[in-house]
């Protein structure tokens, strides 16, 4: 096949161009000029008489077999997917340099090749030798399984696949690799498509559907790099976000045509790669003696995707010596901090104004979910009036500016991974839940609530005295 030309068009007045211009000659707009592909004709093509095939089929007769899906040791990543990788499908998992992305494909690869699968893993960025320092470290036995190839040529990569049939193939990353047809520089809008473009034909070959895992560079930004229609070529999108400080690490999927959208995955970075957390309401809450007197902690519970998780909420409260106080939100919004601080001082009668005031949840969850207002509230308070929150007590609700507490959804989800927890009391809002669902829960004692001066008085008693 000959080479295809790309051309520049401005956005401004349409002027064509065989090269990248800053300045646009017609109509002399600075940094207008994009690179597109030229418009071919169907003789040109080799598609003008092309005829529908006979596989037209029923949807109500496509057969769907568990057997499609590919089930990884990683169950968080097997949560994060819908229940593993799709055969005939093309996941991309974008992240920041260092935080874990090409560890998480290359012990991937080592669990679908223990299955009895070949896997392919091909690097545009690193060395065979590289890749086998790294497989050395964080694996026990590198199975056989596994082929690797260093390369950015994609020519060379179909060709590897037509050798040896693999079934999951690993690209590390889309943004490394290019095609002979086009003259334009690996991570060029073009190569990123036209590379997707070919290996997406590969996956969803009726006749022998592959799975791909790519990954793929994050911008300044933190946008995947490259063109935004790639995130709508892929079948599923995930992110892994990571503090460099710190060992936790994300996995969120932002699209999944096989799963929920918004599901999540939690890991460890540990010296033998990735640790899946598996009981994340144990691991994002601190274990303490069930008569502990700790001051400016209170426990709720977040849903993240499917999975309701215990949250706890940590808050510090001193003097200010300035005449603006510190509001300090590692977890939240400093707004959403600000609203709550402005609704405990006028609905609770705690005065904050000459004090600082700092929150973190353990284990760096975001709370941004309306469900643990009420446990940020408390928890104020509780530093406020320097008195503990019994250890055995949640707070699940909304707080309105008008200080009564509001529903919140998926509460009898969360209820329950509350008993399953063993805690024993819950604070919520009025008609929340249905007398007989809670006739299911003997243990746990569930405390409807109306408003926010009525939790504060049922937890620390008549505390006016002191404000």
């Known amino acids: 096949m000959a080479k295809i030309k790309e051309i520049y ?10 090269k990248w211009m800053g300045q646009c000659p017609a109509c002399r707009a600075w940094n207008t000029l ?5 418009a071919l004709s169907a003789e040109k093509t080799g598609y003008a008489h092309v005829k529908v095939s006979n596989g037209l089929k029923q949807l109500k007769k496509v057969s769907v077999q568990s057997s499609d899906r590919i089930v990884t040791h990683m169950q968080e990543l097997n949560r994060v997917l819908g229940g593993g990788l799709v055969r005939d499908s093309i996941s991309i998992i974008a992240a920041r340099p260092g935080a874990g992305k090409s560890t998480l494909l290359l012990q991937t690869a080592q669990d679908v090749a223990a299955a009895g699968y070949r896997v392919l893993y091909v690097s545009g960025e690193e060395s065979e030798s590289q890749l086998r320092r790294r497989a050395a470290r964080i694996l026990r036995d590198i199975h056989e399984n596994i082929w690797v190839h260093s390369t950015s040529h994609m020519n060379e990569v179909l060709s590897a696949i037509d050798t040896m049939d693999p079934t999951l193939i690993i690209l590390d990353s889309i943004q490394t690799f290019y095609l002979d047809e086009y ?12 590379c997707t473009n070919v290996i997406m034909k590969l996956a969803k070959n009726p006749e022998h559907p592959r799975a791909v895992l790519m990954a793929g560079q994050l911008t300044k930004e933190d946008e995947l790099a490259g063109v935004r229609a ?29 799963g929920s959208t918004g599901e999540m995955g939690f890991f460890t970075m540990e010296e033998n790669g990735l640790q899946a957390i598996e009981n994340p309401s144990q691991y994002f809450m601190t274990k303490r003696d069930p008569d502990a007197d700790i001051t400016g902690s209170a426990l709720s519970v977040i849903k993240e995707g499917t999975r309701p998780m215990i949250a706890e909420v ?33 609905r ?5 104004y000459d004090k600082n005031v700092v929150v ?22 509780s530093s406020a009036l320097k008195k503990s929150i019994p250890a055995d007590t949640v707070f699940i609700g909304d707080v309105g500016l008008t200080g009564e507490l509001k529903k919140v959804p998926s509460l009898e989800m969360m ?46 008693g008549d505390y006016h005295k002191k404000f």
Not at 316 to 345: G, H, N, V, W
Not at 360 to 381: D, E, H, R, W, Y
């Open 230 to 258: 790639l995130e709508h070529m892929v079948d599923t999108v995930l992110y892994m976000e990571a503090d460099p400080a710190e060992e936790l690490r994300t996995l969120s999927a932002t699209k999944n045509r096989f």
């Open 9 to 18: 068009v401005c956005k401004e007045c349409g002027y064509e161009s065989s």
């Open 34 to 38: 994009e690179e597109k592909m030229p």
């Open 314 to 346: 940590e808050t510090l409260i001193s003097q200010s010596f300035t005449p603006y106080p510190s509001r300090i939100a590692e977890c939240m919004k400093r707004d959403q901090l600000a609203t709550l601080i402005s609704i405990l001082e006028q």
């Open 360 to 381: 973190k949840s353990t284990g760096g969850l975001k709370l941004n979910q309306q469900s643990v207002n009420l446990a940020v509230i408390m928890s104020l308070v």
């Open 348 to 352: 609770g009668g705690i005065a904050l």
């Open 183 to 194: 003259s334009s520089r690996p991570g060029s809008p073009t190569q990123i498509l036209e």
């Open 415 to 460: 209820i329950r991974e509350i008993a399953r927890m063993g805690f024993s009391r819950i604070f919520v809002p009025p008609d929340s839940i249905k007398p007989e669902w809670k006739k299911k829960l003997p243990r746990v004692e569930v405390i409807e609530t109306r408003n926010l001066t009525q939790v504060i008085r049922q937890v620390f």
